[in-house]
């Protein structure tokens, strides 16, 4: 892929070229050991303790759908970022970009939805901003969200931490947060019933990091879906990752919306999911005690870490073949959260 001197809608999108404005741009100016981990969040050191910190911005289009808005999503996607490091989210700070003549009403809307959802995460918005833009300079409201945490215990969680022989779990559907502000957006008439999986997980890690040791990686896929993430941690732990066709949960109503407009899931942005690396020996128990959460009543185990080849995902069909899952090379739905 050629390079480019200008931002493109493919940057925004948490693929390759995501990744690589990341590490040639980005990581040139801000490099440190901390943010060469290149998790979702960051461990941060204080005399005699740690937090957790991680950052996120939102300008997800359209602002209100089937399952959520811009608001819960703003808050559990960061409540998630912050719980995939391994720890307990505690505090939100929250930055609003508002068009002017964006109404009140659809305001208060998004700020009581927030609200629900920190209640429900257990985590409290403490400071924040607001800044009014001229009409035209910006698309409705845009939202920052940045958490703060501490680590449950002594537990060590990152994309580097995968190691050959542990299998991959995930905690229900896939794509059905995509494929909800996607048809959304276009105004399509589906006659299915599909929602976005919007949800705090921090209750559910809490769980799992407390009761079962074994624990390598957590990782929310997001931005560019199961293939891209997982692409990440096979680059992050120099490892080979395997999936299975036949065990991934998508719903039919998500496969018919996939097929019609040539789609595919493994893509497709979750904002309610979770992928667990766990050693073989503790799968079964953790797969029993996910079941138990509400969030996690649907986990399956999808794939294993494999040897080689490193830094690379492959994808067994069902028709018992196998073919390369490649980091999405562009934007296959913007402004998706």
Same mark, same amino acid.
């Given at each position: 892929m050629k390079k480019t001197d200008q931002i493109l809608l493919g940057h925004g999108s948490g693929g390759r070229l995501s990744h690589r404005l990341l590490k040639d741009t980005f990581l040139k100016y801000f490099s440190n050991s901390e943010l060469q981990e290149l998790n979702d *969040?960051?461990? @941060?050191?204080f005399p005699g303790d740690s937090l957790v910190f991680s950052t996120d911005s939102y300008v997800v289009d359209p602002i209100f759908f089937p399952g959520g808005d811009i608001g819960r999503l703003a808050v559990c996607g960061t409540v998630n970022d912050v719980a995939m490091m391994g720890a307990k989210p505690l505090y939100l700070s929250v930055a609003f970009i508002i068009e002017e003549g964006f109404m009140?009403?659809?305001?208060?809307?998004?700020?009581?939805s927030m609200?629900?959802?920190?209640?429900?995460? *257990?985590?409290? @918005?403490?400071?924040?901003?607001?800044?009014?833009?001229?009409?035209s300079a910006a698309d409705k409201i845009f939202i920052n969200t940045t958490g703060i945490g501490v680590p449950i215990g002594k537990v060590q969680l990152s994309g580097h931490f995968a190691r050959p022989g542990d299998k991959i779990l995930i905690n229900g559907?896939?794509?059905?947060?995509g494929i909800t502000v996607m048809a959304r957006r276009e105004g399509l008439d589906l006659d299915v019933d599909i929602k976005s999986d919007a949800a705090p997980l921090n209750h559910l890690v809490g769980m799992i990091l407390k009761e079962l040791p074994g624990i390598r990686v957590m990782r929310d896929p997001t931005r560019g879906g199961i293939a891209t993430t997982l692409n990440e941690i096979a680059l992050q732990s120099d490892v080979g990752i395997r999936l299975f066709e036949d065990q991934l949960p998508v719903s039919q109503a998500v496969k018919a919306v996939c097929e019609i407009l040539g789609l595919d899931p493994l893509y497709i942005a979750n904002e309610g999911k979770m992928l667990v690396f766990a050693a073989e020996q503790y799968v079964d128990q953790l797969q029993a005690l996910m079941k138990t959460?509400?969030?996690?009543r649907q986990t399956?185990?999808?794939?294993s870490v494999e040897d080689g080849p490193q830094g690379k995902v492959f994808l067994k069909t069902s028709l018992g073949n196998e073919r390369l899952i490649e980091m999405l090379a562009g934007e296959q739905l913007p402004r998706i959260c």
């Open positions: *969040g960051a461990r @941060l050191k009140i009403s659809d305001l208060e809307k998004i700020l009581a609200k629900e959802a920190a209640e429900e995460a *257990g985590v409290e @918005l403490v400071t924040g901003d607001t800044k009014v833009v001229p009409r559907m896939i794509a059905d947060h959460h509400p969030y996690g399956c185990v999808i794939g």
